[in-house]
């Protein structure tokens, strides 16, 4: 069949640019007046019902589709609001003309009609089914090109109609094909499209729990996140309506869509239409309605900002800073030893963060959050206040190291004074002018000491003395110590500690401990150095003879990493238990999580990228994650369970738990009705192996084969099927039902299986629950027959014949089967004709396989049965084993005896002669 196209391009270009001419005419319609949400529906819906024309169509004048779109979208709104002033059937009958006549997307849109009118809708949907093609999707008309277009309406009317079982499989399979490399579905040829797209999305997401469709229903969520403005939306009123209709039952964060939500809303005018325009109007109502009436779980994590405050000369972490969210109440935000911070229960909003510490200049970044998201903001470096300079240091006893808290430190530059005291752990900061200075430390229990420094404006100093008691004798020289550790306070051995401009160099040892002695009193600039680590500079006060013990030096390793790393947990948001199984991925990145629910994935070479986790039985999720370094990053993630409600599966269960090769597993599902209404449900099994492949699945109830090209009398008598498979369970009922259908292991390999029955709603068909269990396959080496045969089995005697004996094995192991056994051809009297040994192996794979044993020429100069054996099996387990037979007979000769009765006859005189011949059978020779 060539391709078609026809008028198919300028009719879907019909959505966007048609527009007719009709004159509207005036009802008596309700006057809807209530407040919120519900008043912007109301007014909407008065202002779709008085566009209703005399012949049924809703349009309008304005209107950017053809009439037969905007009336259908009108119709459903009439259905979704329960409108009492539209006449619906009017509007039903518009829809309706000559079947063949009708476009796939118009056969939909009437199918879907049908379905939620409780109408027949046979005729419809055998003509609809009849336009899938070869490759699953649907065309303008049968024989046409699948677009994605045509498929989408299809599938989402049949899914209202409740007959997509039967072309889901092959429709989802063209959605996989058809789909674009940036998730985009195209309105024609690669021309990605957001209303294909949005329609697309809806189309897949009933199946995300019982088809294999997450990456391709994620593509298509990621492209419609990336398609949205600078605003948040997508531009046209139209174009957010249907991108909200596949977005909000898809999508765990509110925030993912509320800018185009309060664009939805603000574009409404205050006669409650969309742009004077039915088709707008209708989509944008559904998406509100949608948006008031589903449940849609909020993640519970607020947004997270985390990164490291530091000085931006030396490195190190300032003491006493402060970080301020502005226009957030928070407590205040911890700053641990190494500068690193975390400011939790952030909402979705903009926020100022400031940064400050007294002697620095402050800084501040913008964020823009949302929802549970994770920024890392990076490392933050604040340098010294220009006009000052800032000392710091802590001041400890010589003898024990504790710190001295209560003494005085001062510093005087010209006649300038400034002096602070020690607090209860030795530590001080004291801001000065630049200049030569005098610094001294005063204590009445220790000798003084003092130093002489020339500060530089902006610069940090650090002045650390070691106080020697007067009891003892100050030293002839000054040395300077301390210890080096690593961001995990784990100490560093061979770390080079050098004094700038002198040779004066020391290594830490064993437990990272270094002295410089022999030092002069003065300003000093002291490097730290180790490959590995980011180097460490800063400027040292030391005062003549003294020690001066700058206690610990944290070097943080080098940021190697060219790419990010995340490990975390994948968690039930109700249990907190762990979620086996889950898919998570980063772009082309996936893992799954392992029994507990951990995760892990590496190498991710961007800053900002997004977490999407999917499991079975739950909701989808998007998490997204801003870095400003890559860094090996700890992110859990909470998901919640798709749970749509009524028929529960409380656990399901094996006869055993063990079973070989070839063996049914009976599955039986514990379910109960946990509601107050009737309820109906269809079971599925899906089996999984250790590594979460699927390797089976199948309906609980045993359905009939069905070629997908039955004609339509076929195709209703299988939804007669469908329907009877669906159990029904009285209010509060609880019943173990035993699936129809099993498992057989045939040639699985062995291990660990999990079996997963689902409940789906048996009205809808959207999964409800689902419970499971592990079986296990041991390794089975077994055959189901051995049998030896020979070719010609039938030899005549006295005869020369060439015989082939060859064994017949079926093979029913899971496991590489090593076969060995003997084998004898014996004469009718038990004498040995010929005889051997035969070994072959067995993959699982080869079910059925012919072992030729031996050809030999032989004469057949007895007759009876000539028995060929197989003796002394060994590597499996045989079930059923028989002898091969030839079979020779005796040889035979005829005898016949011939008589006449009577005798004698006169001539010519008419007589009756009987004769006889008698045959008779003797030995041969």
């Known amino acids: 069949m060539g391709r078609k196209f026809s008028v198919r391009c300028l009719e879907v270009l019909a959505v966007l640019l048609f527009s007719v001419s009709s004159t509207g005419y005036a009802h008596n319609g309700a006057d809807h007046q209530t407040g919120g949400q519900e008043a912007i529906l109301n007014s909407a819906l008065h202002w779709l019902e008085l566009s209703q024309q005399p012949n049924g169509g809703v349009t309008n004048a304005s209107d950017i589709s053809t009439n037969r779109q905007s009336t259908a979208e009108a119709l459903q709104v009439f259905q979704l609001l329960s409108s009492s ?7 039903l009958e518009f829809l309706t003309t000559g079947l063949a006549d009708l476009t796939s997307e118009q056969l939909s849109r009437l199918l879907l009609a049908l379905a939620q009118a409780n109408q027949p809708f046979d005729e419809v949907k055998a003509e609809l089914l009849s336009r899938q093609g070869a490759d699953g999707g649907f065309g303008h008309f049968a024989g046409y090109d699948s677009t994605a277009l045509d498929t989408s309406y299809a599938l989402i009317a049949l899914q209202a109609a409740g007959s997509d079982v039967l072309v889901a499989g092959d429709a989802l399979q063209f959605f996989s094909s058809a789909q674009q490399a940036d998730g985009s579905f195209p309105l024609y040829e690669d021309q990605a499209s957001v209303m294909v797209t949005a329609l697309a999305t809806k189309a897949l997401k009933p199946y995300l729990y019982t088809h294999d469709i997450a990456d391709v229903l994620r593509g298509s969520v990621n492209y419609l996140y990336s398609a949205r403005n600078a605003d948040g939306h997508w531009g046209t009123a139209w174009e957010s309506a249907l991108a909200l209709q596949a977005l909000i039952p898809v999508t765990t964060d509110v925030s993912k869509y509320g800018k185009a939500v309060d664009f939805l809303k603000a574009s409404q005018s205050p006669e409650g239409d969309w742009g004077q325009q039915v088709y707008t109007t209708s989509i944008s109502v559904a998406a509100l309605k949608m948006l008031a009436s589903i449940d849609v779980p909020v993640d519970p994590e607020k947004a997270v900002v985390a990164g490291r405050l530091v ?34 229960n952030l909402g979705s909003d903009s926020y100022v963060v400031a940064y400050s510490a007294a002697g620095y200049l402050g800084a501040s970044q913008s964020i823009t959050l949302q929802k549970g998201q ?34 005085t430190i001062t510093s005087v530059v010209g006649g300038n004074t400034n002096s602070t005291v020690s607090g209860v752990d030795g530590t001080y900061q004291l801001l000065s002018e630049p200049g030569t200075a005098t610094l001294s430390v ?36 000054s040395s300077v110590s301390g210890t080096v550790v690593d961001s995990n306070a784990q100490p560093i051995e061979n770390v080079s500690i050098s004094i700038v401009g002198s040779s004066s160099v020391s290594l830490t040892n064993e437990v990272g401990s270094f002295e410089l002695t022999n030092l002069d009193g003065g300003n000093i600039s002291v490097a730290v150095r180790k490959s590995g680590f980011e180097s460490v500079n800063f400027s040292l006060v030391v005062p003549d003879r003294t020690n001066v013990d700058i206690g610990y030096i944290s070097l943080k390793e080098e940021a190697v990493l060219p790419s990010t790393s995340i490990r975390g947990q994948v968690v039930d948001m109700v249990t907190g238990l762990g979620v086996p199984g889950a898919s998570i991925s980063v772009g082309s990145s996936k893992t799954t999580s392992d029994v507990n629910g951990f995760y892990q994935l590496s190498d991710i070479p961007v800053l900002e990228f997004t977490v999407s986790t999917n499991a079975s039985g739950y909701l989808f999720s998007n998490k997204d994650v801003s870095l400003a370094e890559h860094t090996d990053l700890n992110l859990d993630i909470n998901i919640r369970k798709a749970d749509l409600g009524g028929v529960n599966i409380v656990q399901a269960t094996t006869e055993k738990s063990v079973y070989g090769a070839y063996e049914p597993v009976l599955i039986t599902a514990d379910v109960e009705n946990d509601t107050a209404l009737n309820q109906g449900a269809r079971f599925y099994v899906r089996v999984l192996n250790s590594e979460g492949k699927e390797v089976e699945s199948f309906s609980g109830a045993n359905l009939p084969p069905l070629d997908p090209q039955s004609d339509p009398e076929e195709l209703a008598h299988y939804q007669e099927h469908l329907e009877a498979a669906i159990q029904d369970f ?44 592990t079986v296990t396959v041991e390794p089975t080496n077994v055959l189901a027959s051995l049998d030896p045969k020979a070719s010609p089995g039938y030899v005549l005697l006295n005869n020369q014949a060439d015989i082939e004996l060859y064994a017949e094995i079926y093979n029913r192991s899971n496991i590489n089967v090593n076969l060995e056994f003997d084998y004898l051809l014996t004469d009718p009297d038990g004498r040995v004709i010929t005889q051997g040994h035969s070994q072959l192996e067995l993959a699982p794979e080869n079910t059925n396989a012919r072992q030729v044993l031996s050809v030999l020429p032989y004469d057949f100069d007895a007759s009876g049965e000539y028995r060929l054996v197989v003796e002394n099996v060994s590597g499996a387990t045989v079930s059923s084993q028989s002898t091969g037979i030839i079979f020779v007979p005796p040889s035979i000769r005829l005898k016949a005896t011939q008589s006449l009765s009577p005798g004698e006859v006169v001539p010519l005189e008419g007589v009756s002669v009987e004769s006889k011949i008698q045959v008779e059978g003797v030995d041969g020779e």
Not at 453 to 469: E, I, K, N
Not at 751 to 773: H, K, P, R
């Open 85 to 91: 002033s539209a006449d619906k059937q009017a509007a």
């Open 311 to 344: 000085d931006a000369s030396s490195g190190a972490s300032i003491p006493s800073a402060t970080i301020d969210v502005l226009g957030f109440s928070n407590e205040d935000v911890a700053i641990s030893s190494d500068g690193s911070f975390v400011i939790s």
């Open 374 to 407: 994770f920024a890392n903001v990076g490392t933050i470096r604040l340098a010294v206040a220009p006009t000052t300079v800032l000392i710091s240091g802590v001041i400890t006893e010589s003898g024990s190291g504790s710190p001295v808290p209560g003494v």
């Open 442 to 477: 005063q204590s009445s229990d220790y000798y003084p000491v003092s130093a002489t420094a020339d500060l530089q404006a902006g610069t940090r100093v650090s002045f650390s003395p070691s106080l020697q008691a007067l009891t003892e004798d100050q030293p002839n020289s």
């Open 730 to 773: 009285a209010p509060g009922e609880q019943r173990s039902i035993k699936l129809e259908q099993w498992w057989n292991t045939l040639v699985v390999k062995p291990g660990v299986y999990t079996i997963t029955v689902q409940a789906l709603d048996g009205t809808t068909s959207n999964f409800v629950s689902e419970s499971s269990t």
